[in-house]
């Protein structure tokens, strides 16, 4: 009796609660602008904060309100850009290239002069705090994977030489790992390249040799022996400009003394 | 005890934030303006007013007769997270600037002591009805009291030279020490002087 009471007392006042609260509902339902349902339900979702905003929602928010442009979302990208411009009336250029992030460094332990064994936390901020990190090059991937962690879509992968590859099908271009990376090593190229200059050193081709066997000397025979390659050599740095023609890179990688070129 | 002694007593004598200690998360979280304090203490105050009638009609006409004292704290929490919903849902339409104001500490109201204290005070009182709602009100006063004050105190020591280690909370934490101090004055001799019992 005791319990058949206590359990029924329970449940009926669970029930009444329940089903005004499901009335108040209806009765002070807030009516969202038909705009906005539309524009969130075609973000893609991933709520990377790519665009600078706390989520999708948000960002969806600050553009029918008028505060942010259309486009700044990667992962939707153009076809995103074109239906955000349908459903706010407004045109849009959509002639965006999708981008993907790229690690611009080819060392690892076996290439690269290490100068010391780290031995500290596992985060490639961490690392770069004393001094610099265990590499001779001070510009190229630390390989502890801070950007692996900040992934929302977990393209980042590392293999068992520690080399950070990016899967280009998964990435949205959101650029968390280019903001999280200490060396900037990870940049965003447009996701058509054929060819990366995989390196990030910016010192005198002699400094570079004694640090790594695969570091870009800046010897620019890319930049004068292939001139429709769209190398250009800056801060003895050999970086692509890819809006340029590159139809020569193939050659140009061919010719690389230091094979700096990754093919994609 | 008469109904201005109930006021008095939980507004000033048994404030539930500077003397009892409850529902300290709000009182430091909502106070840094005093707009949105304000709306957090009459949205309290609405709530501890409520529960306090409807959880003394669950109490005298639900779990006494059945015998079912020992549901006292799940049915109070029941009927309480039910009203803060309710207060949720018009708040969101009435004042969506004070909604994003509250944000977290609105639903959170559910779990402020402060609520399921003052229901169940009235039940160990033995208030009737009409006492019942005086104390739940005055109870909700007292939160609107004290968080209208701090936030008050907190858009001033925002302006002021603090030192930079004691910038932000931690000097919040020293005034409400501080204010806490001062309500410790209030005695409950002031109503049994003042004839109110």
Same mark, same amino acid.
């Given at each position: 009796m005791g319990i058949l009471a206590a359990f029924l007392v329970i449940a009926i006042m669970g029930l009444v609660l329940g089903f005004g609260l499901a009335f108040a509902d209806k009765k002070f339902a807030v009516e969202k602008d038909e705009k906005l349902i539309q524009m969130e339900k075609?973000?893609?979702?991933?709520?990377?904060?790519?665009?600078g905003f706390a989520g999708c929602s948000a960002y969806a928010e600050a553009v029918c309100k008028g505060e942010a442009e259309i486009g700044l979302c990667s992962p939707g990208g153009a076809a995103l850009a074109q239906k955000m411009g349908e459903i706010m009336g407004v045109a849009? *250029?959509?002639t965006q290239e999708r981008k993907v992030a790229f690690v611009h460094c080819r060392g690892n332990a076996d290439v690269t002069v290490q100068q010391f064994?780290? =031995?500290?936390? *596992? =985060?490639?901020?961490a690392a770069a705090i004393a001094?610099?990190?265990p590499n001779a090059c001070k510009e190229g991937c630390l390989h502890l994977g801070s950007c692996m962690k900040v992934c929302p879509v977990g393209a980042i992968s590392r293999d068992e030489k520690m080399m950070i590859h990016v899967d280009p099908d998964k990435c949205i271009g959101c650029g968390k790992c280019t903001t999280v990376c200490p060396t900037m090593v990870m940049k965003l190229i447009p996701a058509s390249a054929q060819y990366v200059v995989a390196c990030n050193n910016h010192e005198m081709g002699a400094k570079v040799k004694k640090a790594c066997q695969v570091g870009c000397i800046g010897c620019k025979i890319c930049q004068v022996k292939v001139p429709d390659s769209g190398c250009?050599?800056?801060n003895f740095l050999s970086t692509i400009d890819y809006a340029a023609d590159t139809s020569g890179l193939e050659k140009a990688a061919a010719l690389c003394p230091q094979k700096c070129f990754e093919k994609r | 005890m008469s109904y201005i002694g109930i006021l008095i007593t939980y507004i000033f004598i048994q404030n539930f934030i500077l003397v009892q200690f409850m529902g300290l998360c709000p009182f430091i979280g909502v106070s840094k303006n005093s707009e949105s304090a304000l709306g957090m203490g009459l949205a309290v105050t609405f709530v501890t007013t409520v529960a306090s009638v409807v959880t003394y009609m669950v109490q005298h006409f639900l779990l006494v007769p059945f015998g079912l004292e020992y549901l006292q704290t799940i049915s109070f929490i029941l009927v309480i997270a039910a009203l803060v919903q309710l207060v949720e849902m018009v708040i969101r339409k009435m004042s969506p600037s004070l909604y994003k104001a509250l944000g977290?500490?609105?639903?959170?109201?559910?779990?402020?002591c402060a609520v399921l204290g003052i229901a169940i005070l009235n039940v160990q009182n033995d208030y009737n009805l009409v006492e019942s709602l005086f104390g739940g009100a005055a109870?909700?006063?007292g939160f609107t009291l004290a968080i209208v004050l701090m936030s008050n105190i907190r858009e001033k020591l925002?302006?002021?030279? #603090?030192?930079? #280690?004691f910038k932000g909370v931690p000097i919040a934490f020293i005034s409400a020490g501080l204010m806490a101090l001062a309500f410790m004055a209030f005695d409950a001799s002031l109503v049994t002087n003042l004839h109110l019992v």
């Open positions: 075609s973000m893609p979702g991933a709520n990377c904060g790519g665009c849009v *250029d959509a064994i780290y =031995d500290g936390i *596992d =985060d490639c901020n001094q610099g990190g250009k050599v800056e | 977290i500490f609105l639903p959170l109201i559910t779990t402020n109870a909700g006063l925002d302006l002021l030279p #603090v030192r930079k #280690v």
